[in-house]
């Protein structure tokens, strides 16, 4: 199992930035996947950004150029550095862990930081 935390949310204006942190119960290298997903008010949950463990990244058109999500495998924390923030950007944002083991892989999820971009 896998507990993760997120924090770093809050409210900025368009145009600025923010970075959030999640920060895991145990090594990110034996995760198979982390990610950032979002959520906003009305809205399905949609993938942000996602690093696995061998570094490869894949991230929503929508954010691309602009989001970079990062590890650092020594503080167990996976990042999401938000830049040129937009109010569409508004949204909970929610931590991913999967783990895989075999053929079984497992989602753990955390409870989620607001994000709101003022106009």
């Known amino acids: 199992q896998v507990q993760v935390v997120e924090s770093g949310g809050g409210l900025v204006q368009a145009g600025g930035s923010l970075r959030l942190s999640c920060a895991a119960s145990?090594?990110?290298?034996?995760?198979?996947?982390m990610g950032w997903y979002r959520q906003a008010p009305g809205k399905q949950r949609e993938l942000v950004a996602a690093i696995t463990s061998g570094g490869g990244t894949n991230y929503a058109d929508s954010v691309k150029g602009r989001f970079t999500i990062s590890r650092d495998n020594a503080k167990n924390t996976v990042y999401l550095q938000m830049n040129s923030l937009k109010p569409e950007d508004t949204a909970v944002y929610y931590c991913?862990?999967?783990?895989?083991?075999?053929?079984?892989?497992?989602?753990?999820w955390g409870q989620g930081t607001q994000v709101t971009v003022s106009s």
């Open positions: 145990r090594s990110i290298f034996s995760i198979n996947t």
């Open positions: 991913n862990a999967v783990l895989a083991v075999l053929t079984v892989t497992v989602d753990y």
